[in-house]
T-cell receptor, first 118, second 111 residues
Framework: DSGVTQTPKHLITATGQRVTLRCSPR?????VYWYQQSLDQGLQFLIQ???????AKGNILERFSAQQFPDLHSELNLSSLELGDSALYFC?????????????????FGPGTRLTVT | GNSVTQMEGPVTLSEEAFLTINCTYT??????LFWYVQYPGEGLQLLLK?????DKGSNKGFEATYRKETTSFHLEKGSVQVSDSAVYFC??????????FGQGTTLQVKP
């Protein structure tokens, strides 16, 4: 158990709908990352938050958005869903991730949310 | 840009065989390198890491050495077990925090 929790575990929805995925980081971790794992694209970084602020953006579609709340949990919102959005969505957390001069901290991954768009 | 290339799988071995999974990277400067493992139906677990050239990461019998001259971070284990069957991901990280993953290599160990 990594200490990172994600809900729900599975989500089945229809095209055009909107869903929200939730992530609670490990106790004490300030940084949260979202990744998408699909068969054709592999593991892709989507977005990172550090202590409530957006820190880095990857290959995240405009239909997707995220935020990190004062209690440090994070939500990933996916809207106007398409069949191609079906994937595993992972959240990870680390102690830091502030982008300073130091080395990257270890990231701990949650169990993922499997999204199926029908 | 930064990228990671892993050997394609699946890799099928008999129990107690020697394992090597190749990983090479492209990056400027000195990134940190990681191996993560994903067991069926689970999230990724950090297996080992190395933060500078010639560092050797090790854990649970697995080892990998950060080779700057060949830009490689190959994963090895002397004697695999059935319980090692999983997908292994090589990843590169910089101080920005995000990880760049290889495509993953599926390992199947048969008794």
């Amino acid at each position: 158990d990594s200490g990172v929790t994600q809900t729900p575990k599975h989500l089945i929805t229809a095209t055009g709908q909107r869903v929200t995925l939730r992530c609670s980081p490990r106790s004490g971790d300030l940084s949260v990352y979202w990744y998408q794992q699909s068969l054709d694209q592999g593991l892709q970084f989507l977005i990172q938050y550090y202590n409530g602020e957006e820190r880095a953006k990857g290959n995240i579609l405009e239909r997707f958005s995220a935020q990190q709340f004062p209690d440090l949990h994070s939500e990933l919102n996916l809207s106007s869903l398409e069949l191609g959005d079906s994937a595993l969505y992972f959240c990870a957390s680390s102690v830091d991730g502030s982008g300073g001069a130091g080395k990257p901290y270890e990231q701990y991954f949650g169990p993922g949310t499997r999204l199926t768009v029908t | 840009g930064n990228s990671v290339t892993q050997m394609e799988g699946p890799v099928t071995l008999s129990e107690e065989a020697f394992l090597t999974i190749n990983c090479t990277y492209t990056a400027t400067g000195y990134p940190s390198l990681f191996w993560y493992v994903q067991y069926p139906g689970e999230g990724l677990q950090l297996l080992l890491k190395a933060t500078k050239a010639d560092d050797k990461g090790s854990n649970k019998g697995f080892e990998a050495t950060y080779r700057k001259e060949t830009t490689s971070f190959h994963l090895e284990k002397g004697s695999v077990q059935v319980s090692d069957s999983a997908v292994y991901f090589c990843a590169l990280g910089r101080n920005t925090g995000k990880l760049i993953f290889g495509q993953g290599t599926t390992l199947q160990v048969k008794p």
